[in-house]
């Protein structure tokens, strides 16, 4: 389970470890592990294509990625800070109003994105 980090793109797999509902109805918080690096995000139940510890790969990438349509989850957002606090990177990426938060002591996830660069969040459940 490592980390791809190309020119434009960063892509992991990971372990689905909660699926927690927030105080906002209908919106669940995730989160996505593996050794390397930590993703959390806020997503709408209907758009909710995965379960508790399924196997999943992520991809953000500047263009947007191949997918397979009415199975892959591909929304369209903006990296809107880049944070380094008690020796972890932290990538903010605004999914139109849900958050998505990359966390890895990998300065690469900080490295390849600028402020406000618009990149696709892709999310593929592993079988």
């Known amino acids: 389970m490592s980390v791809d980090v190309g020119m434009s793109y960063i892509t992991y797999e990971g372990v689905v470890k909660s699926v927690d509902k927030s105080l906002i109805p209908h919106i669940y918080i995730i989160t996505i592990e593996n050794p390397d690096i930590k993703t959390v995000f806020d997503i709408h139940k209907m758009l909710k294509i995965f379960d508790l510890n399924d ?15 009415g199975v892959d989850l591909v929304i369209k957002g903006y990296v809107i800070a880049k944070k380094y606090e008690e020796n972890i990177n932290k990538l903010l990426i605004s999914l139109w109003g849900f958050l998505l938060v990359i966390e890895s002591k990998l300065k690469s996830i900080l490295d390849l994105f600028d402020y406000m660069d618009e990149v696709y969040f892709k999310l593929e459940v592993l079988k």
Request: hydrophobic share 35%; no cysteine; proline share 7%.
């Open 55 to 69: 196997k999943v790969k992520i991809t953000i990438s500047k263009s947007m990625p191949n997918f397979k349509e």
